[in-house]
């Protein structure tokens, strides 16, 4: 049987880049959509698998400052 399930979660800029590497060991096929200050002047999304997310963040120090909200779409078989 394949389950579909989609989270959607806030998470602090402090935990941002871990909970995305656990993500990345246990859900690396997840489509991942971040959000990063939602509604204000320097409002920034990121999407792509875990990994992706994982280079963005760590790209440029300003990427992971900010509130940030996740939406992780995935199967499970």
């Known amino acids: 049987m394949e389950k579909n399930a989609t989270l959607i979660f806030f998470e602090s800029p402090f935990r941002i880049v871990k909970t995305m590497t656990t993500l990345q060991e246990i859900i690396p096929t997840a489509h991942v959509?971040?959000?990063k200050e939602l509604t204000k002047v320097?409002?920034?999304?990121?999407?792509?698998?875990?990994?992706?997310?994982?280079?963005?963040?760590?790209?440029?120090p300003k990427n992971t400052k900010g509130e940030f909200v996740?939406?992780?779409q995935f199967k499970e078989k």
């Open 33 to 35: 959509f971040i959000a």
């Open 42 to 60: 320097f409002e920034k999304t990121f999407k792509g698998a875990p990994s992706d997310i994982i280079a963005i963040l760590k790209e440029n």
């Open 70 to 72: 996740a939406i992780v």
